[in-house]
C-alpha cells in the first residue's frame, strides 16, 4: 500500500476531544474504571476514523480519501462475475426474505422482552424490524447513514462529484462504514435505559465479575444487535448483486404485508390472555365487526357499536382507506412521462423512455420517516435516559420532547392495556413532529377536545392543528430534498440517462446524438418531475397516516409497500425480458 500523506498535527485536537468525551462520561454518567474503560475502547475507532479523515493531505480533493485503505478491507458481497440468471436471482431473494423472517424470531439472549421499552414502536414497519429480536434495530442504520452522506455531499461538506466513477466508490465505501457507526450510535443508547437485561443472567455474569454483571450484560446485548444489523446490511447487498429489487424495501414489504393481513383477519381477542368480550374485541377488522353484529343487541349497535366498528382501532374506515390508499398509489405508481428514443442505426426501430411520476420512487419517505425516527429515539433517551437526561441543555428539555410519566400510564390503562405509550410523545419538537394516526387521532379531539384530552395530551385544539401541519410540512419538504438528493447519488440524473441512452445505441428522434443535447433535453423533465415524486410522495404518505390504516402499520408503511409490490413486479418484468433478449441488458445496466 502507498504511504498517504497525512498532516499530523491534525491529531492534536482530535485527541483533546476524545478526552473530553471520555471525562464527560465519567463526570455525568458517573462510570467506574471498568465501564469508563470500555466507554473508552468503543469511542476510539471513531475518533480515530475522525484523524483519518481531518489529517488527509493526498492528491485528492475529498479528504474521505483518508479512509479509502480502511473501507476496501470492509466485509461486504462481492458483485457477481457475470450473468445472474432470472431462476438464480428469484431463488436467492426468496432465501434472504426467509432467513429474515427466521432471524426476527430470535431474540437477543439475556433480554427481558417484556421490562423492555421499543424507542421505534411508532415506526416499526419502516425500520422492518422486530422489538426484543437480534433484528431489533432493522434497516434503521442503513437509513441513518444515508441519510447523513447525503445531507453532506448535498451541502459540499465532503466536496465529493458523483459524476466521478472514483469519487462515487468512495462514497458508497464510507457509508459502509457509517452504517457500523451507526449500529453502535443507534444500539448503545437504547441498551442504557430502555433495553432491559434479564435479571438471571446479570446475576450469572455477577459471579463471574461481582459487580460488573449489569454492565457485561448490556454489552452482550449490544454486540448481538450488531451482528444483526450487520446481517440485515449484508442481506441488502446480497439482494441488491444477486438477487431482485432492494433487501431494504423487500424487507420492508414482507413486514407490512403480514401486520396488514393480521390487521385485517385476526380472529384473536386485542388481549390474548382474556376471552372474547365486548371489551376484549377481536383485534382484526372483518372479524370484530362480525362478532359485535353477531352478538349485539340493535340498541348497542345503533348508540356505541356503529363507532366501535367504523372508528375503532381496526376500523372499517381504517379498512376502506386501506384500500382507498392502495389503488391511489397503484395509479400514481403507474403514471409516466414517456420521451420518444429512436435507434441510430436501426431505421423504424423506435421506442419511448419512460420517466415515472415516482421517478425517486419511495426512497425519499423511507429517508424522511428514518429522520423522524431518529428524532423520536434521541428526544426520548435524552428525556428518560438515567445517564444522557444528566447532559445540560439536552438532556430532560421539555422543549425537545417530553413523554408520559409511569403515573400517567397506569392511569390510562383499561384491561390491561396501556392507552398511552412510554414512548409517545407529549410535547417539544418529539409531539409537532410525531404521526397522527388514524381520524380519531387528530380530526375528533380538533373538533371536540373535551372528550378527547388523553389523546390531545391536554393540548387546545389549535396547537393539535398545529402538530398536524408541521408533520405533514415536514414530510412534504423532507421528501422533496430527499428526492433531489436520492437522484443525484443513483446515476438517474439527466446526465446519467443522458450517457445510458447514447450507450444503448438510441437517441432522441430530432436531436444531435451528444449526450449534452439529450441532457438539455431530459433537463426539462427530470429535475421538475423529480422534485414533483418527492412532494407527491410526501403527500401520500401524510396523508395515508391522517386517514389511518389497519394493522399496527402505518399510512406510510402502506404507501412503501404498494409502491415496492409494483417496483417488484416490474423488476421481475425487466429482469424477464433480458432473459430473453440479452442485448436489452446493455440498456438497463447502463453499460
Known amino acids: 500500500m502507498n504511504e498517504v500523506n497525512r498532516n499530523r498535527k491534525a491529531a492534536v485536537p482530535v485527541i483533546f476531544f476524545y478526552f473530553l468525551i471520555v471525562v464527560g462520561f465519567w463526570y455525568f454518567g458517573h462510570f467506574s474504571a471498568l465501564p469508563l474503560l470500555i466507554a473508552g475502547v468503543i469511542l476510539a475507532p471513531v475518533f480515530w476514523i475522525t484523524y483519518l ?5 493526498g492528491p485528492k480533493q475529498s479528504k474521505l480519501y483518508g479512509l479509502e485503505y480502511l473501507t476496501s478491507k470492509l466485509p461486504a458481497v462481492k458483485k457477481a462475475k457475470g450473468h445472474v440468471s432470472f431462476r438464480n436471482k428469484m431463488i436467492w431473494t426468496g432465501l434472504v426474505v426467509i432467513l429474515y423472517f427466521i432471524l426476527t424470531n430470535v431474540y437477543v439472549y439475556g433480554l427481558n422482552v417484556q ?36 445531507l453532506f455531499a448535498g451541502a459540499k461538506i465532503f466536496n465529493i462529484d458523483l459524476k466521478n466513477s472514483e469519487d462515487k466508490a468512495i462514497y458508497q465505501g464510507v457509508q459502509k462504514l457509517l452504517i457500523i457507526v451507526m449500529i453502535f450510535v443507534e444500539a448503545i443508547p437504547q441498551t442504557f435505559g430502555y433495553l432491559v437485561p434479564d435479571s438471571s443472567f446479570v446475576s450469572s455474569l455477577n459471579s463471574i465479575a461481582p459487580g460488573y454483571g449489569l454492565f457485561l450484560a448490556q454489552t452482550a446485548i449490544i454486540l448481538q444487535l450488531f451482528v444483526g ?69 340493535s340498541s348497542y349497535l345503533y348508540s356505541t357499536g356503529i363507532m366501535t366498528i367504523l372508528f375503532g382501532q381496526n376500523g372499517m374506515i381504517a379498512l376502506i382507506g386501506t384500500v382507498f390508499i ?60 438515567p ?32 392507552q398511552i405509550s412510554k414512548t409517545t410523545p407529549t410535547g ?35 396547537e393539535e392543528a398545529v402538530h398536524v401541519i408541521a408533520y405533514v410540512g415536514f414530510m412534504v419538504v423532507a421528501s422533496a430534498i430527499f428526492a433531489k438528493f436520492w437522484i443525484e447519488t443513483t446515476n438517474m440524473g439527466s446526465a446519467s440517462v443522458a450517457k445510458q441512452i447514447q ?57 412503501l409497500a404498494v409502491g415496492i409490490v409494483i417496483q417488484f413486479y416490474e423488476a421481475m418484468g425487466r429482469e424477464q425480458l433480458m432473459e430473453m433478449h440479452p442485448v436489452i441488458r446493455q440498456f438497463f445496466a447502463g453499460a
Open 53 to 57: 479523515v481531518v489529517s488527509y493531505a
Open 115 to 150: 421490562n423492555s421499552i421499543d424507542v421505534f414502536a411508532s415506526f416499526r414497519a419502516i425500520f422492518a424490524g422486530a422489538q426484543g429480536s437480534i433484528m431489533d434495530l432493522g434497516i434503521g442504520p442503513i437509513v441513518t447513514a444515508s441519510i447523513v452522506m447525503q
Open 229 to 297: 444489523s450487520y446481517l440485515v446490511f449484508l442481506f441488502d447487498e446480497l439482494v441488491s448483486k444477486y438477487g431482485i429489487g432492494s433487501g431494504v424495501s423487500l424487507f420492508i414489504a414482507a413486514g407490512v404485508s403480514q401486520q396488514l393481513f393480521t390487521g385485517t383477519f385476526n380472529w384473536l381477542p386485542t388481549s390474548p390472555s382474556l376471552p372474547l368480550s365486548i371489551t376484549n374485541l377481536p383485534a382484526g377488522a372483518i372479524p370484530k365487526t362480525i362478532y359485535l353484529v353477531a352478538t349485539q343487541t
Open 326 to 385: 392502495f389503488f391511489l398509489v397503484a395509479y400514481f405508481q403507474s403514471s409516466k412521462l414517456e420521451l420518444p428514443i429512436a435507434h441510430e442505426r436501426v431505421r423504424g426501430a423506435r421506442g419511448r423512455y419512460p420517466i415515472q411520476l415516482f421517478y425517486a420512487s419511495n426512497i425519499p419517505v423511507i429517508l424522511a420517516t428514518a429522520l423522524l425516527a431518529n428524532v423520536a429515539m434521541w428526544t426520548l433517551i435524552f428525556w428518560g435516559s
Open 387 to 418: 445517564v444522557l437526561s444528566a447532559v445540560p441543555v439536552l438532556g430532560h428539555n421539555p422543549l425537545l420532547g417530553s413523554y408520559p410519566t409511569s403515573q400517567l400510564i397506569s392511569q390510562y390503562t383499561i384491561n390491561g392495556v396501556s
Open 428 to 462: 417539544g419538537l418529539a409531539f409537532y413532529l410525531s404521526s397522527p394516526n388514524g381520524l380519531a387521532n387528530w380530526l375528533f379531539p380538533i373538533l371536540s377536545p373535551g372528550g378527547y384530552g388523553s389523546v390531545l395530551f391536554w393540548h387546545t385544539s389549535w
Open 503 to 559: 450507450s444503448s445505441g438510441m437517441q432522441i428522434p430530432g436531436f444531435r446524438r451528444d449526450p449534452k443535447v439529450m441532457e438539455k433535453v431530459l433537463d426539462r423533465y427530470i429535475p421538475a418531475v423529480t422534485i414533483f415524486s418527492g412532494v407527491a410522495v410526501g403527500m401520500l404518505a401524510a396523508g395515508a397516516n391522517l386517514i389511518g390504516t389497519v394493522g399496527q402499520t402505518s399510512g406510510t408503511g402502506l404507501l
